[in-house]
């Protein structure tokens, strides 16, 4: 086992987050909990400030809000002067209901409602990342009625392969995102962009899939970005003045896990854009990047009160907890390997080798497979799942109506609740039977 941030730590045999142990906040908020740790958020998102905007002049780091979504995240986004992508009217409204720079918010999706760029343009949310000919005849015609200019940053897809599993890659020919490069199709979508006097061509997104461990990647990405924008000149006469090279940091889920340098990344990503410009004469343009798993997934440790115990001798060890898949659909969907450890027994040597299985009624709900974890683990002890931050509260469900948990923010020896728990009122959509019409 190892702790994925430097945030946590163990004292005796107790687990302790920005140092709250772990057992008190289980008391205090209750289990299933999220625990995410300020300590860790505020680092991250320093190394983005500090990092990649101080160091290089004319860039923006985006937080990918669908990895982890709250009032408190964009509060903290907001004060570290960072942007934040969005991929829906909901995740817009929080961010605006937290207070966000509308200029900063750049509005991604492949699918986006005639309803949700009216919200978003309504609201001066006008940075789009457009992703196919439906949303360009959307974006004229509504821009036009609100008589407002979406700046479109067009996505075109790279065509590389890359990311931890086949459901997260993104930057491959055949993805659902973005404009195909093929045949030139993108270029007529920059061509509409150019003719409409309802919108601006900003310049060009990639996102190459999330999870991904292989710098070549984001190099090879941004060199066949650097021919796209040679071909866009060629064409239209235009100098791309804006790339978005996207997110998808890989963070260590377990001690197999080797994430790159978040510094080594930029480094290469601006090294390409930056050689290549001053190659052809032109001032570099503006970067942005867009992780959102590497600012938040090592922050989260989720806490949950073990329950019922299957030993099969010689098989398996079943340890129920008292979530599962529907506050982590990860393990399920992705196969993810997830650490974890006794929250209360941690610092004891007798190990043995466990699964740790959700309450849901599915033999795949299993959140850790296999997994070593020290003392002799029984009912009522804590359990720790490390590494939680993304993607698991934002995508957690209400299956076997589960109530959601509660996301509790811990930082410098105190703790406070960011998300509430829901209630089973919460799981009621009407008291009484609705008549039919
Ligand atoms: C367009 C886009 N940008 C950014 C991200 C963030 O990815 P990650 O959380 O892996 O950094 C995603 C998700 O994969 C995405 O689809
Ligand atoms: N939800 C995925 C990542 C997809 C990111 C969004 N494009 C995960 O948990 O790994």
């Given at each position: 086992?190892?702790?994925?941030?430097?945030?946590?730590?163990?004292?005796g045999n107790d687990l302790y987050i920005d140092g709250v142990k772990?057992?008190?906040?289980?008391?205090?908020?209750?289990?299933?909990?999220?625990?995410?740790?300020?300590?860790?958020?505020?680092?991250?998102?320093?190394?983005?400030?500090?990092?990649?905007?101080?160091?290089?002049?004319?860039t923006l780091p985006l937080f990918a809000s669908k990895s982890f979504?709250?009032?408190?995240?964009?509060?903290?986004?907001?004060?570290?002067?960072?942007?934040?992508?969005?991929?829906?009217?909901?995740?817009?409204?929080?961010?605006?209901?937290?207070?966000?720079?509308?200029?900063?918010?750049?509005?991604?999706?492949?699918?986006?409602?005639?309803?949700?760029?009216?919200?978003?343009?309504?609201?001066?949310?006008?940075?789009?990342?457009?992703?196919?000919?439906?949303?360009?005849?959307?974006?004229?015609?509504?821009?036009?009625?609100?008589?407002?200019?979406?700046?479109?940053?067009?996505?075109?897809?790279?065509?590389?392969?890359?990311?931890?599993?086949?459901?997260?890659?993104?930057?491959?020919?055949?993805?659902?995102?973005?404009?195909?490069?093929?045949?030139?199709?993108?270029?007529?979508?920059?061509?509409?962009?150019?003719?409409?006097?309802?919108?601006?061509?900003?310049?060009?997104?990639?996102?190459?899939?999330?999870?991904?461990?292989?710098?070549?990647?984001?190099?090879?990405?941004?060199?066949?970005?650097?021919?796209?924008?040679?071909?866009?000149?060629?064409?239209?006469?235009?100098?791309?003045?804006?790339?978005?090279?996207?997110?998808?940091?890989?963070?260590?889920?377990?001690?197999?896990?080797?994430?790159?340098?978040?510094?080594?990344?930029?480094?290469?990503?601006?090294?390409?854009?930056?050689?290549?410009?001053?190659?052809?004469?032109?001032?570099?343009?503006?970067?942005?990047?867009?992780?959102?798993?590497?600012?938040?997934?090592?922050?989260?440790?989720?806490?949950?009160?073990?329950?019922?115990?299957?030993?099969?001798?010689?098989?398996?060890?079943?340890?129920?907890?008292?979530?599962?898949?529907?506050?982590?659909?990860?393990?399920?969907?992705?196969?993810?390997?997830?650490?974890?450890?006794?929250?209360?027994?941690?610092?004891?040597?007798?190990?043995?080798?466990?699964?740790?299985?959700?309450?849901?009624?599915?033999?795949?709900d299993l959140i850790c497979k296999d997994l070593h974890v020290t003392?002799?683990?029984?009912?009522?002890?804590?359990?720790?799942?490390?590494?939680?931050?993304?993607?698991?509260?934002?995508?957690?469900?209400?299956?076997?109506?589960?109530?959601?948990?509660?996301?509790?923010?811990?930082?410098?020896?105190?703790?406070?609740?960011?998300?509430?728990?829901?209630?089973?009122?919460?799981?009621?959509?009407?008291?009484?039977?609705?008549?039919?019409?």
């Amino acid at each position: 086992m190892v702790l994925q941030t430097q945030f946590a730590d163990i004292r005796g045999n107790d687990l302790y987050i920005d140092g709250v142990k772990a057992t008190d906040l289980a008391k205090k908020y209750g289990t299933p909990l999220y625990v995410m740790s300020e300590g860790h958020i505020r680092h991250q998102m320093n190394e983005l400030k500090e990092k990649f905007m101080d160091k290089y002049e004319n860039t923006l780091p985006l937080f990918a809000s669908k990895s982890f979504s709250c009032l408190a995240i964009y509060k903290l986004a907001s004060e570290y002067g960072i942007g934040i992508d969005c991929v829906s009217a909901g995740e817009i409204s929080i961010a605006l209901r937290a207070g966000f720079d509308p200029d900063k918010i750049y509005f991604h999706g492949n699918n986006k409602l005639p309803s949700e760029i009216e919200y978003a343009l309504k609201h001066g949310v006008t940075h789009f990342v457009v992703d196919n000919f439906y949303e360009l005849e959307l974006c004229d015609k509504i821009a036009g009625e609100l008589d407002t200019v979406v700046k479109a940053t067009v996505r075109v897809v790279p065509g590389i392969k890359a990311g931890g599993h086949n459901f997260i890659q993104t930057g491959h020919v055949d993805t659902k995102f973005g404009f195909s490069s093929h045949y030139g199709i993108y270029l007529k979508a920059i061509k509409k962009i150019l003719d409409s006097k309802n919108m601006e061509f900003e310049g060009l997104h990639a996102h190459i899939g999330s999870q991904v461990f292989d710098l070549y990647a984001y190099i090879s990405a941004m060199r066949t970005f650097m021919g796209f924008v040679d071909e866009i000149y060629k064409t239209f006469g235009v100098v791309v003045k804006k790339i978005n090279a996207g997110g998808g940091y890989g963070i260590a889920y377990n001690k197999l896990d080797h994430p790159l340098d978040f510094e080594t990344i930029t480094e290469e990503i601006m090294n390409v854009i930056g050689e290549a410009y001053e190659k052809r004469g032109w001032e570099r343009p503006m970067v942005l990047i867009e992780p959102g798993r590497w600012v938040v997934g090592n922050a989260g440790i989720t806490l949950y009160t073990v329950g019922a115990i299957k030993d099969i001798p010689d098989v398996r060890t079943y340890v129920s907890i008292d979530g599962g898949m529907a506050d982590n659909i990860r393990t399920p969907l992705y196969d993810a390997k997830y650490d974890g450890i006794v929250a209360n027994k941690a610092g004891e040597t007798k190990t043995k080798v466990v699964t740790i299985a959700g309450k849901c009624c599915e033999s795949g709900d299993l959140i850790c497979k296999d997994l070593h974890v020290t003392g002799n683990i029984e009912a009522g002890d804590i359990f720790a799942v490390f590494s939680t931050g993304a993607y698991n509260y934002t995508m957690s469900s209400n299956y076997n109506q589960l109530p959601k948990p509660a996301v509790v923010f811990t930082y410098e020896g105190k703790s406070k609740v960011v998300i509430r728990r829901q209630t089973f009122d919460d799981l009621v959509e009407y008291d009484e039977d609705q008549a039919y019409e």
